[in-house]
């Protein structure tokens, strides 16, 4: 599971939890994610996340690309010497780079983050209409989920990841000198909990939605409509293309996990989430969504819940 940060209070969004409704019509909403452009007062919030999102296809790579280091730091370990040592070291060394670029993306999506969940985020009775009006930013949004689920189910097939990080901290001290350091002592202990983390992009995305809902009561609201609206359309078939289709499913589910991770009841009690319309969507879709399922259950924070309807759990199980 995907833990590591506070919840706000209960009580402080109880009022934005209860004003949602799962009974919301969305049907008529229909967010073009193909060919919206942003309107003149969406540009300014747009662009600032464009900036972030152009270097997306940089990080995927150096994710994807990711090679451990286990077999030479094996054989510095079972082998100490000064020439085993310094090539598991320099090995490390472009590992932990790919690493900080992790973590400093991270951070950089934890200041934008905000400042387009915060112009989404309006009082219920609004929600519907903020979506209308604003579809370049519900479509910055969900590039922004895609690309958290796509990174963090890469992350997990990198298990060695935290390893290598671990060895880079063992060895550092040694090789304090190297010329190639760019990540030292310091930075490495706030860096060494990211790479722990299975799943360390939603982490700290849920991390910058809860700090904000202290202020922002609303973002709850702006959540819950994405996944519902998500829903209808793929419920709806609005849209042809089938990559079109499997990047509005993406969305969707990071929508709920987001939510499932912020709202302090979570997303499958009494929450203004369709989620069992979610699931049975997702079971029954024309396109592979088994990893989509894999990432409720398991990539949640609450689904182990003993407040989790047995109805929900059961519709992993049919």
């Given amino acids: 599971f995907c833990r590591g940060y506070t919840h706000v209070k209960p009580d402080s969004v109880m009022g934005a939890l209860l004003s949602g409704s799962k009974s919301n019509d969305y049907a008529k909403i229909v967010i073009d994610?193909?060919?919206?452009k942003p309107s003149s007062k969406e540009l300014k919030i747009y662009n600032e996340v464009q900036k972030s999102l152009d270097k997306v296809p940089q990080i995927m790579k150096q994710i994807e690309d990711y090679k451990n280091c286990t077999t030479l730091c094996?054989?510095?370990?079972?082998?100490?010497s000064k020439e085993t040592e310094e090539k598991a070291f320099n090995a490390l060394l472009k590992s932990v780079k790919s690493v900080q670029a992790f973590y400093n993306f991270a951070k950089e999506l934890t200041n934008v983050v905000p400042v387009l969940l915060n112009e989404l985020s309006k009082p219920?009775?609004?929600t519907k209409q903020t979506m209308q009006d604003q579809q370049a930013l519900v479509k910055q949004f969900a590039?922004?989920?895609n690309f958290v689920l796509t990174f963090d189910q890469i992350r997990m097939l990198r298990p060695h990841l935290s390893n290598d990080f671990s060895y880079y901290r063992r060895y550092l001290p040694k090789f304090?000198?190297?010329p190639g350091i760019e990540v030292k002592a310091d930075d490495a202990s706030a860096m060494a909990l990211f790479t722990a983390r299975h799943c360390p992009m939603m982490v700290s995305l849920a991390s910058a939605t809860s700090a904000m809902l202290e202020e922002n009561k609303h973002v709850i609201n702006a959540m819950s409509a994405v996944a519902n609206a998500c829903l209808a359309m793929l419920k709806n078939k609005r849209f042809e293309s089938m990559d079109t289709n499997k990047y509005v499913a993406k969305a969707m589910t990071g929508a709920v996990i987001l939510f499932?991770?912020?709202?302090?009841s979570g997303v499958f009690y009494?929450?203004?989430v369709d989620i069992k319309g979610i699931i049975k969507f997702l079971k029954k879709a024309d396109f592979d969504t088994v990893s989509l399922l894999a990432t409720i259950r398991y990539s949640s924070k609450h689904f182990k819940d003993q407040s989790t309807p047995s109805s929900i759990v059961d519709l992993f199980d049919d």
Avoid at 33 to 36: A, E, R, T
């Fill in 33 to 36: 994610f193909d060919n919206v």
């Fill in 74 to 80: 094996s054989q510095a370990m079972s082998k100490p």
């Fill in 124 to 126: 219920a009775e609004e």
């Fill in 143 to 145: 590039n922004i989920l």
């Fill in 176 to 178: 304090s000198s190297h």
């Fill in 260 to 264: 499932d991770h912020v709202a302090p």
């Fill in 270 to 272: 009494k929450s203004p």
